[in-house]
T-cell receptor, first 113, second 113 residues
Framework: EPEVTQTPSHQVTQMGQEVILRCVPI?????FYWYRQILGQKVEFLVS????????KSEIFDDQFSVERPDGSNFTLKIRSTKLEDSAMYFC???????????FGPGTRLTVT | DAKTTQPPSMDCAEGRAANLPCNHS???????VYWYRQIHSQGPQYIIH???NNETNEMASLIITEDRKSSTLILPHATLRDTAVYYC??????????????FGAGTRLTVKP
């Protein structure tokens, strides 16, 4: 069964460093998403991406964040200068159509020290 | 989007049906009801979704009341592996919002032996 994959599973970085989280969505999906979940809190929407551009973003997704689909398979989330409060699980998701279900990846645990 | 209300926690005996309620009294006609679950810190897992009619798949059944103001997710024979946080999400699919999922606190279901 096709699935969303994410790498790395765990990333440790120092405050102020740039990190890139990678995702490979399901191959025939058209809509892509990033979410985050701070430990013990709810899953929060960050950004949605369709047709090679951001279609919606939350207030969390400020200028420090960017997303890119550099080729036909990868979908990346970049955090330019990480802060301690960026420590969280980051989930990528993808969807085929507007009324279809989203499939989530296993997540990347980002730890900022 | 319509708000949802779910009980914070529920218990269920292994092998019995788990019935998880969700209130969405302000739902509008074009909003879908989605159910996801999250086992520990894994990525959210899609369970089922529906608009008006009851739905059933290999995982669960979704019962939506005729007025669409509430719904019930039914896991017919709960197992220990169904212990998770279950999220009821109401969302309209439009080009603008791309149907990202907005997660609340959900219901923590504990299946007991």
């Amino acid at each position: 069964e096709p699935e969303v994959t994410q790498t790395p599973s765990h990333q440790v970085t120092q405050m102020g460093q740039e990190v890139i989280l990678r995702c490979v969505p399901i191959s025939n999906h058209l809509y892509f998403y990033w979410y985050r979940q701070i430990l013990g809190q709810k899953v929060e929407f960050l950004v949605s991406f369709y047709n090679n551009e951001i279609s919606e973003k939350s207030e969390i997704f400020d200028d420090q964040f960017s997303v890119e689909r550099p080729d036909g398979s990868n979908f990346t989330l970049k955090i330019r200068s990480t802060k301690l409060e960026d420590s969280a699980m980051y989930f990528c998701a993808s969807r085929m159509g507007l009324d279809s279900e989203q499939y989530f990846g296993p997540g990347t645990r980002l730890t900022v020290t | 989007d319509a708000k949802t209300t779910q009980p914070p926690s529920m218990d269920c005996a292994e092998g019995r049906a788990a019935n998880l309620p969700c209130n969405h009294s302000t739902i509008s006609g074009n909003e879908y009801v989605y159910w996801y679950r999250q086992i520990h810190s894994q990525g959210p897992q899609y369970i089922i979704h529906g608009l008006k009619n009851n739905e059933t798949n290999e995982m669960a059944s979704l019962i939506i009341t005729e007025d669409r103001k509430s719904s019930t997710l039914i896991l017919p024979h709960a197992t220990l592996r169904d212990t998770a946080v279950y999220y009821c999400i109401v969302r309209v699919a439009t080009i603008k919002n791309n149907n990202d999922m907005r997660f609340g606190a959900g219901t923590r279901l504990t299946v007991k032996p």
